[in-house]
């Protein structure tokens, strides 16, 4: 089993929708929690920490359930430019970060 | 400012050969990671530099990759012998600290292509 875990997707939705993605982690030490993008053919981008009570920017929400372990990113009113790959990323103290293998979006007009 | 940069963006090279790929971070950060992303994989951690040192080396996926960092900057990959399985994108990625909060900043990555 992989230590974090996405759906590959890909997610196809429209302009204007709201699309959300998990990702679930198996190493109950993971302290810190990030999304990055990626576009393609691109290096990835941090698009937002994730912290324990939960936080938005934007169009962007990110929510940490701890309990259950798993991290949440919901994009409200999906734009064309928000078609990537989103990856899930976990960190467990320190330098050693953890990718998962991403969610691809496609959005459509 | 200027970016993590990486050298080659494009390498074509023949079994058996070696290779160096190179990774120049951002000015000031101490940390410098270096990853491998198959097509339509995720990263896979292969070494992580503190300053000059690399306290771990356990992500190397065989004795034929090497790396080294010099003067808490410039960081050289060298994988030896290629097979056609290294080939891949190769990322490098650099930090302010090694702390677990802090933001990598990645490189455009450099797409080696083993014949």
């Known amino acids: 089993r992989k230590e974090v875990e996405q759906d590959p997707g890909p997610f196809n939705v429209p302009e204007g929708a709201t699309v959300a993605f998990n990702c679930t982690y198996s190493n109950s030490a993971s302290q810190s929690f990030f999304w990055y993008r990626q576009d393609c053919r691109k290096e990835p981008k941090l698009l937002m920490s994730v912290y324990s009570s939960g936080n938005e920017d934007g169009r962007f929400t990110a929510q940490l359930n701890r309990a259950s372990q798993y991290i949440s990113l919901l994009i409200r009113d999906s734009k064309l430019s928000d078609s990537a790959t989103y990856l899930c990323?976990?960190?467990?103290?320190?330098?050693?970060?953890?990718f998962g293998a991403g969610t691809r979006l496609f959005v459509k007009a | 400012g200027a970016g993590v940069s990486q050298s080659p963006s494009n390498k074509v090279t023949e079994k058996g050969k070696d290779v160096e790929l190179r990774c120049d971070p951002i000015s000031g950060h101490t940390a410098l990671y270096w990853y491998r992303q198959s097509l339509g994989q995720g990263l896979e951690f292969l070494i992580y530099?503190?300053?000059?040192?690399?306290?771990?080396k356990s992500g190397l996926p065989s004795d034929r990759f090497s790396a080294e960092r010099t003067g808490g900057s410039v960081s050289t990959l060298t994988i030896q012998r290629t097979q056609q399985e290294d080939s891949a994108v190769y990322l490098c990625a650099s930090s302010l600290t090694s702390g677990g909060q802090e933001t990598q900043y990645f490189g455009p990555g450099t797409r080696l292509l083993v014949l």
């Open positions: 990323v976990v960190n467990r103290g320190g330098f050693k970060t953890i």
């Open positions: 530099f503190q300053g000059n040192s690399a306290p771990d």
